[in-house]
């Protein structure tokens, strides 16, 4: 099964958010390179919150380009045999915290959002962090810290705020 594949059967079983899962499906349809980051008109991406629930606190990343506080994330590459692996994938490599696991159930949430280089469709996952993770930061950031959960609001958009409202309620 190809990546495209495997983002339709993960749209198409993804439950809530129905006007915007239509128009990622509609998206995909429309553009059969709609998984890379060469599509003009936009891609799929995928992402991680990377999420340690014992001490309550989320790893956030300060984006290079955007200068923003984000979850972990990006384009899918053709190493990516599934969106999961991508987010899990783009989460690792990001925090530098091996041993990442994904949230079961799929997909947490998804956020379609405008970036220097097209629309992003992103799929967006939770990654579990093991106990003891000690971060560690990749040259795609300014910075990478743990934020109580209380504190997210302070320092990242609605986006990622409401990632990680969704991620709470599914733990």
């Known amino acids: 099964m190809s990546l495209y594949d495997d983002a339709v059967l993960v749209l198409k079983g993804y439950e809530g958010q129905e006007e915007l899962r239509q128009s990622y499906l509609d998206h995909l349809a429309a553009h059969p390179d709609g998984m890379w980051k060469a599509c003009g008109d936009g891609h799929v991406t995928a992402s991680a919150l990377v999420i340690d629930p014992e001490k309550e606190r989320v790893l956030l990343t300060l984006h290079k380009k955007l200068r923003m506080w984000l979850q972990m994330?990006?384009?899918c590459e053709p190493v990516d045999g599934t969106l999961a692996a991508a987010a899990l994938r783009e989460g690792t490599e990001e925090s530098g915290v091996p041993g990442l696991t994904l949230l079961p159930g799929?997909?947490?949430?998804?956020d379609r959002h405008p970036t220097p280089?097209?629309?992003h469709?992103?799929?967006?996952?939770a990654a579990?962090?093991?106990a003891g993770s000690v971060e560690a930061?990749?040259?795609e950031s300014l910075d990478l810290r743990w934020f109580p959960y209380a504190q997210v609001a302070e320092v990242a958009d609605?986006?990622?705020v409401r990632l990680l409202e969704a991620t709470r309620a599914r733990l």
């Not at 799929?106 to 998804?110: A, C, D, F, K, Y």
């Not at 469709?121 to 996952?125: E, T």
């Open 73 to 75: 994330g990006g384009h």
């Open 106 to 110: 799929g997909p947490v949430r998804l």
């Open 158 to 160: 609605e986006s990622v």
């Open 121 to 125: 469709y992103d799929v967006q996952y």
């Open 137 to 139: 930061i990749s040259d």
């Open 117 to 119: 280089c097209a629309w």
């Open 128 to 130: 579990l962090a093991p």
